[in-house]
């Protein structure tokens, strides 16, 4: 034979020995699927019998503390400051003068004015005097009236330029940190300092479209804050009459006292507003729940089969969810291999587990 002859007959040996070590000598490895290639016929699974419960219906949410009333300080004119009083981190009351900006001008035109009208309601009243015995005529009366009203307006006009002058607390709070200094030149783009209302504060926050008609207005909030062990209380006042269209969720703004100064505007608060308890509530595994495109789903063991069930879901907790509608109390759901479970697949519960 030929050396060609004697490779192919050595290679036709070679694959033979490979089929008998597979086949003889191991015969479970590699060995055929089932018949039909599908899944096996039964499997196990962990199962969870559906109870009613109480629930807490509690809503964890995350808000920022706002002051109640929060302002930057801008002259309405320009000018040189030539009173300053500033006191950054004081309190100070409604209506007490923080900044004067030059005014000597407008104080001598006041000044001015204030003569002119001495001595145009004397001669307003002289005249008066005379059209009663009717010395004068009523025009000449008139025009000297007009003159006082005039000069009447002046004033108004002038005292008007010299609040613009004035930087006033417009309510009752706290002065931040200070941006001028007294002899500065300084124009409405300038930003004086901050003044807020800290003695109570409002806190905002916002909860998933679904709740809107669990808050109400009067409600009461507990929550924290990072640094400090002490919970807190908050009273909702109002609530945004619309649903923002990204986060499907509604914004909610509560009143919180701060007498003793403990809390700052801009913290971030960690809130816990509780709502009326939910009796009878159906609440299963959160891994359970299939979610599709348009529904949920849970694997309802019917005679030791897996149904497909569509349900809807209400209040989620860290691992429980509440079923509103789709079963009933004694049904056994599947908690585990739900990727793996087909539709009317024989189930075996291996273990129940208790939540």
């Known amino acids: 034979m030929s050396?060609?002859?004697?490779?192919?007959?050595?290679?036709?040996?070679?694959?033979?020995?490979?089929?008998?070590?597979n086949k003889v000598l191991h015969p479970k490895e590699g060995a055929a699927p089932a018949a039909g290639g599908?899944?096996?016929?039964?499997?196990?699974?962990?199962?969870?019998?559906?109870?009613?419960?109480?629930?807490?219906?509690?809503?964890?949410?995350?808000?920022?503390?706002?002051?109640?009333?929060?302002?930057?300080?801008?002259?309405?004119?320009?000018?040189?400051?030539?009173?300053?009083?500033?006191?950054?981190?004081?309190?100070v009351s409604k209506g007490t003068l923080l900044v004067k900006l030059y005014d000597a001008d407008l104080q001598a035109q006041l000044k001015k004015l204030q003569v002119q009208r001495v001595t145009a309601e004397k001669t307003a009243q002289r005249l008066k005097q005379l059209l009663a015995i009717n010395g004068i005529g009523q025009q000449e009366y008139d025009n000297a009236a007009l003159q006082l009203d005039n000069i009447d307006a002046d004033i108004m006009i002038t005292q008007a330029a010299i609040a613009k002058k004035e930087v006033r607390a417009p309510f009752s709070g706290v002065i931040g940190l200070k941006n001028v200094s007294l002899g500065a030149v300084i124009s409405p783009a300038t930003t004086?300092?901050?003044?807020?209302?800290?003695?109570?504060?409002?806190?905002?926050?916002?909860?998933?479209?679904?709740?809107?008609?669990?808050?109400?207005?009067?409600?009461?909030?507990?929550?924290?804050?990072?640094?400090?062990?002490?919970?807190?209380?908050?009273?909702?006042?109002?609530?945004?009459?619309?649903?923002?269209?990204?986060?499907?969720?509604?914004?909610?703004?509560?009143q919180v006292q701060n007498s003793k100064a403990k809390l700052y505007p801009g913290a971030f608060a960690k809130i816990d507003l509780g709502l009326k308890s939910i009796e009878g509530a159906y609440m299963v595994p959160t891994q359970s729940?299939?979610?599709?495109?348009?529904?949920?789903?849970?694997?309802v063991i019917k005679d030791g089969k897996a149904k497909f069930t569509i349900v809807e879901t209400g209040v989620r907790k860290e691992a429980m969810i509440q079923v509103t509608s789709g079963i009933m109390?004694?049904?056994?759901?599947?908690?585990?291999?739900?990727?793996?479970?087909?539709?009317?697949?024989?189930?075996?519960?291996?273990?129940?587990?208790?939540?």
Request: proline share 5%; no cysteine; aromatic share 6%.
């Open 3 to 21: 050396k060609f002859t004697w490779a192919i007959l050595a290679l036709i040996v070679l694959v033979a020995g490979i089929i008998v070590y």
């Open 38 to 91: 599908g899944p096996p016929k039964e499997m196990s699974v962990t199962g969870y019998i559906v109870k009613a419960k109480t629930l807490d219906n509690n809503i964890q949410a995350s808000g920022s503390l706002l002051a109640y009333e929060d302002v930057e300080l801008h002259p309405e004119v320009s000018g040189k400051i030539v009173d300053l009083n500033l006191q950054e981190g004081k309190a």
């Open 192 to 254: 004086i300092a901050t003044l807020q209302q800290i003695d109570q504060l409002k806190i905002d926050f916002t909860v998933p479209e679904k709740y809107t008609d669990a808050v109400n207005v009067g409600d009461v909030i507990r929550f924290m804050v990072d640094g400090q062990d002490e919970t807190f209380n908050g009273k909702v006042y109002a609530i945004e009459p619309k649903i923002d269209e990204a986060t499907r969720s509604v914004k909610i703004r509560a």
């Open 289 to 299: 729940i299939i979610p599709e495109a348009r529904n949920k789903k849970l694997i």
């Open 329 to 355: 109390p004694g049904d056994t759901i599947v908690t585990t291999a739900i990727m793996y479970v087909k539709p009317d697949m024989d189930l075996k519960v291996t273990k129940i587990v208790q939540q």
